[in-house]
């Protein structure tokens, strides 16, 4: 179950994340947050 949250972000990092969107990386911007906080997780599980 996901649950709709309210974030507030640097322009530059905001630019970034659209940028990637556009370039069909994420789908949207939740999908872009949720994926780069998954790899954070995963990362920190392999460390």
């Given amino acids: 179950m996901k649950e709709r949250i309210t974030v507030t972000i ?3 990092l905001l ?3 659209d940028k990637n969107i ?3 990386i ?3 911007r939740s ?3 949720e994926y780069l ?3 954070k997780i ?3 599980k392999n460390a």
Avoid: Q, V
């Fill in 26 to 28: 994420f789908a949207n």
């Fill in 31 to 33: 999908h872009g947050f």
């Fill in 42 to 44: 995963e990362k920190e």
């Fill in 15 to 17: 630019r970034w994340l």
């Fill in 37 to 39: 906080i998954k790899r």
């Fill in 22 to 24: 556009d370039k069909k």
């Fill in 10 to 12: 640097d322009k530059e």
